[in-house]
């Protein structure tokens, strides 16, 4: 679609809360996680194709929490890399597949190899008593 637009930060809602997990004092007392949100229909900044297409693949709110660091300030630098990079992946376009037709070659490896697998399964049957 627009390769060069992407999420404004001052677009981004911050909330921030305990990390909790091990770090004894520092991680009990600091608010380093970051919860952030973003929505593209409330945002003036998006072009309406970008709109679109990201709300029909990723909803109407995009949300990352990150807890990686114990710096809040990387953790929201991380926090608004990983919103924009959902979004750059919600506008990549796949190229439409082409069927194509099974050579005769790989229709024959196929029925050998279905046949070879057979012969095997036969091989740990208990061997037939004939009367």
Not at 16 to 25: E, I, K, L, R, Y
Not at 90 to 110: C, F, G, M, Y
Request: no cysteine; net charge positive.
């Amino acid at each position: 679609m627009d390769g060069e637009w992407a999420v404004p930060e001052a677009e981004i809602e911050m909330r921030f809360t305990a990390s909790g997990g091990p770090g004894g004092q520092h991680a009990n007392r600091s608010n380093t996680k970051v919860i952030a949100v973003w929505r593209p229909d409330a945002s003036p900044s998006v072009p309406p194709a970008v709109r679109v297409r990201v709300m029909e693949r990723l909803g109407d709110a995009i949300r990352v929490a990150v807890d990686d660091e114990r710096s809040q300030s990387r953790n929201r630098e991380i926090a608004v890399e990983r919103i924009r990079a959902r979004v750059a992946n919600a506008l990549v376009v796949e190229p439409p597949r082409r069927p194509t037709k099974a050579t005769r070659a790989s229709r024959r490896r196929r029925v050998d190899a279905k046949r070879q697998r057979g012969e095997v399964k036969r091989g740990r049957q208990k061997p037939q008593i004939d009367d």
